[in-house]
Structures are given as C-alpha cells and as structure tokens.
C-alpha cells in the first residue's frame, strides 16, 4: 500500500528543517511539508509521492488514529490519479538519493555487538494522581542506551565466579544517570552535565554459572541535581512566571535493581531487566511539566531490557551527540 | 482480561528465584531474589501491547529510507517526522 518510513527531524550536522541544509533528503523533506502546511514546525504526518509531491498531510491529527486513517486512504487516493511520471524520482535523481543514502548508512555508529538497552520511563503512582490528566497519567517515552562491546564487557566482574562482585566503571554509570535517568516522560528536557552527577555507583553481583551462562545481580544508585543559574534557557530553565520558583532546581535520584544473563560463548548480554526506581524533580515547557506547575518531586519509574535486533531497535540515543564516541 | 493474564503469569515468574532459562540439564541457572515490587513496577512501566502495538509495523526509520524503498516498490511513502525519533524517545 504506501512505505512507512518514521524520522526526527534533528541530524548531527543541520536539521532537516533548516533551510541551508542542502542534502538531497532536507531539501525533498522541505518540499512536501510546504505543500502542507505554513506551521512553523515540521512535525507531522505526510503521504507523498517518492519524487516529494504530497498527496496528503496533517500538522495537528497524528494522535488520533481514525483522523491518520482517512489521512491515509486520501493520500492512496489521489496516488491512483496520480501519473508515473509526477509519482517517481528520475533516474538521475534515484541514484542521488541512493547515493546519499548509502553515506547515512555508512556513518551509523550503531554498537553491533556491544549492549544496546531499551530504557522506558513512565510515571509511577502517586498521592496527588488525582491533579494528573489521564491522558498525562498513561504517558511513558521509549530511548535507547548504547554500550560497545568493550564497555559491555565492564558490566561483569572479570572473573565470572559465583559470587564475584565489580562496581561497573563510574563513566559508564554515568552516562546511565546522564542520558538515561532524565524526566523524559512526556517530552523532551536536557541531558545533565557530568559536574551534576553526585553519585553514579552500580555492583555487579555474580549469583550462579552455569555451562557458558553468567546470571548477574544488579544493585545501584544514581544522583543528579542542578541548580539554576538565574538565567532563562529553552528547554531546560523556565522564564519567571506565577508558580515558577525563583530557585529553580532539577534532578534525578535513582535506585536499581535487577538481574542478567550473560553468556560467555557467545560473548553478550542474552537477558538484561533492570527496574530504576526514582525521585525526580524540576521540569520545563517541553517535558509539559511547567504547564501544570508539576515539579515534584514525585517518583517516575525506568525498566532497563535488552533491545531487540531489528531497523527500529536501532534508533540512536537521543542523546548520543553527547555520548561523545569518536 | 488476556494482558491481565499475560503480566500476571510473567510477574510469577519473575518472583521466584531458582527458575532459569539458561541451563544445563536438570541444572537450572540460579537468579537473584530481587524485591518483592521489583516485577510489579517492571510490568507497570514497560508498555502493554496495546501501546506497542505501532512497532509491530516495518518502518524505515528515516525519510530517505522510505523515498528510496517507495520508488523501488512502486508504491506511495508516508513519513512520520517528529522532534526526537518517533521510534525512539519522540
């Protein structure tokens, strides 16, 4: 019926929406949103033709599944009365766009063989649940933890015997409670700077071997906290405003436990379920918790996994820019 | 009723140590007694399969992706571009 393909508009060097960006997938991307809309933002869901005529597309409607239907069922429409000719990209402009595309590939830093997690975060239950929206109750965001194969190795003591003990490496705890333990329930905020960790500690336990296989213990602690500076930043520090405190404050405190498997044949993670219990505090206009004045603290739950191996397990961190991987 | 039954079975079976899925024969891998809301609070926050239900469909997980399957395959592309990866933290 039509390819499903699913994007950020963010890009290590410029962002699909910016108009000096001048790669063949910016500017088509640029072509079919205009057709749409005169928004400001670029998010959204369109139908277009592969040579970036837009068949249909919607700025407001992406949560309303029946509204993406008859979105959807106009765009096949008009892609029958459509010609070959305004349908397909030339030749030309193929190889272009296939050309492009094998540059992208190229540079994925995807950490094949290492650890990759899924990190899920979600409210937990709490006294005041009854001032939250339903809609707001029900929320939780998806990210992914990268390690590569050297540092998936630190998640282990180094000799795998039962009751072997090893506190992971302090960077690699870090970048958990840096990248990962962040009030990024219902939308985005800012990774903390390294100089707000006040405590990254994670044990790795071994509780049992057998054959190739490794069973673990987990337990750990991690500490955020950051202080505002008293100036406005977008995105992380809210301007002054009725219920804003004047002392503006943010942070993460974050207990784990949990168990993994690793095995030693195969030299990887095969199991990995750790739940992070937390304390968060402090917010912003795009985490939509200065809105409702919702700063906490209150808890918020994250469950660690292994990812799975397919395209869409592979989405890079959100904050992988910051990761800082040569 | 059916997600109800399938996190109840997987809460179970979380909470008993000494049940492993990797192991030799007759020789089960031992794993930790973790606390007793540490499978609970797994199943609250992990995503039902209601909510999971949209990864079930085979993205391409960027616009260019998509433009270069959809004029190999003769078909139309439709692209879902957000702040942050809509399959990832969006």
Same mark, same amino acid.
């Not at chain 1, 749409?36 to 592969?50: E, H, K, L, R, W």
């Not at chain 1, 044949?265 to 004045?293: D, E, H």
């Given at each position: 019926?039509?390819?499903?393909?699913?994007?950020?508009?963010?890009?290590?060097?410029?962002?699909?929406?910016?108009?000096?960006?001048?790669?063949?997938?910016?500017? @088509?991307?640029?072509?079919?949103?205009?057709?749409?809309?005169?928004?400001?933002?670029?998010?959204?869901?369109?139908?277009?033709?592969?040579?970036? @005529?837009?068949?249909?597309?919607?700025?407001?409607?992406?949560?309303?599944?029946?509204?993406?239907?008859?979105?959807?069922?106009?765009?096949?429409?008009?892609?029958?009365?459509t010609s070959p000719s305004d349908r397909f990209m030339t030749q030309e402009v193929f190889s272009k766009a296939v050309a492009e595309l094998a540059k992208e590939e190229a540079r994925k830093r995807y950490p094949t063989g290492g650890l990759v997690l899924s990190v899920i975060c979600r409210d937990l239950p709490?006294?005041?649940?009854?001032?939250?929206?339903?809609?707001?109750?029900?929320?939780?965001?998806?990210?992914?933890?990268?390690?590569?194969?050297?540092?998936?190795?630190?998640?282990?003591?180094?000799?795998?015997?039962?009751?072997?003990?090893?506190?992971?490496?302090?960077?690699?705890?870090?970048?958990?409670?840096?990248?990962?333990?962040?009030?990024?329930?219902?939308?985005?905020?800012?990774?903390?700077?390294?100089?707000? &960790?006040?405590?990254?500690? @994670?044990?790795?336990?071994?509780?049992?071997?057998?054959?190739?296989?490794?069973?673990?213990?987990?337990k750990g602690w991690t500490q955020t906290s950051e202080v505002h500076e008293g100036v406005h930043t977008e995105g992380k520090w809210n301007r002054p405003g009725p219920g804003i405190p004047k002392l503006q404050k943010r942070g993460v405190d974050a207990k784990l436990e949990g168990h993994a498997v690793y095995?030693?044949?195969?030299?990887?993670?095969?199991?990995?379920?750790?739940?992070?219990?937390?304390?968060?505090?402090?917010?912003?206009?795009?985490?939509?918790?200065?809105?409702?004045?919702?700063?906490?603290?209150?808890?918020?739950?994250?469950?660690?996994?292994?990812?799975?191996?397919?395209?869409?397990?592979?989405?890079?961190?959100?904050?992988?820019?910051?990761?800082?991987?040569? | 009723?059916?997600?109800?039954?399938?996190?109840?079975?997987?809460? @179970?079976?979380?909470?008993?140590?000494?049940?492993?899925?990797?192991?030799?024969?007759?020789?089960?891998?031992?794993?930790?007694?973790?606390?007793?809301?540490?499978?609970?609070?797994?199943?609250?926050?992990?995503?039902?399969?209601?909510?999971?239900?949209?990864?079930?469909?085979?993205?391409?997980?960027?616009?260019?992706?998509?433009? &270069?399957?959809?004029?190999?395959?003769?078909?139309? &592309?439709?692209?879902?571009?957000?702040?942050?990866?809509?399959?990832?933290?969006?």
């Open positions: 019926m039509l390819v499903p393909a699913a994007d950020a508009i963010e890009r290590p060097g410029k962002a699909l929406d910016d108009k000096t960006n001048m790669s063949f997938e910016s500017q @088509l991307v640029r072509k079919i949103k205009t057709q749409c809309n005169d928004f400001y933002s670029y998010q959204g869901i369109f139908v277009a033709t592969p040579s970036g @005529l837009l068949l249909a597309g919607t700025h407001h409607d992406a949560r309303d599944a029946r509204k993406v239907e008859k979105l959807l069922r106009e765009g096949l429409e008009k892609w029958k009365t709490r006294p005041d649940a009854k001032n939250v929206s339903e809609v707001h109750r029900k929320m939780y965001n998806q990210d992914y933890a990268w390690f590569r194969k050297s540092e998936a190795q630190a998640f282990l003591p180094e000799q795998p015997i039962k009751g072997a003990k090893r506190k992971v490496k302090r960077d690699l705890v870090e970048r958990l409670a840096r990248f990962h333990f962040v009030d990024l329930v219902r939308g985005h905020t800012s990774p903390f700077p390294q100089n707000t &960790v006040e405590r990254a500690d @994670l044990t790795a336990e071994v509780i049992d071997v057998n054959d190739n296989f490794v069973s673990l213990r987990y095995d030693q044949k195969a030299k990887k993670f095969v199991s990995f379920n750790v739940v992070v219990v937390t304390k968060r505090w402090g917010g912003n206009v795009y985490n939509a918790r200065a809105q409702f004045l919702d700063f906490g603290p209150a808890p918020m739950g994250i469950v660690l996994s292994l990812a799975g191996d397919n395209v869409a397990d592979r989405v890079p961190p959100l904050f992988f820019r910051s990761y800082g991987w040569k | 009723m059916s997600h109800f039954v399938t996190g109840t079975v997987a809460t @179970l079976l979380l909470l008993v140590p000494g049940i492993g899925l990797y192991a030799d024969e007759g020789k089960p891998l031992r794993t930790p007694k973790l606390s007793a809301e540490n499978a609970q609070l797994r199943d609250f926050v992990l995503p039902n399969p209601s909510e999971a239900s949209y990864r079930k469909i085979p993205w391409r997980t960027s616009v260019l992706q998509g433009i &270069v399957d959809a004029q190999k395959n003769d078909k139309p &592309v439709m692209i879902y571009l957000m702040n942050g990866h809509p399959l990832g933290c969006t």
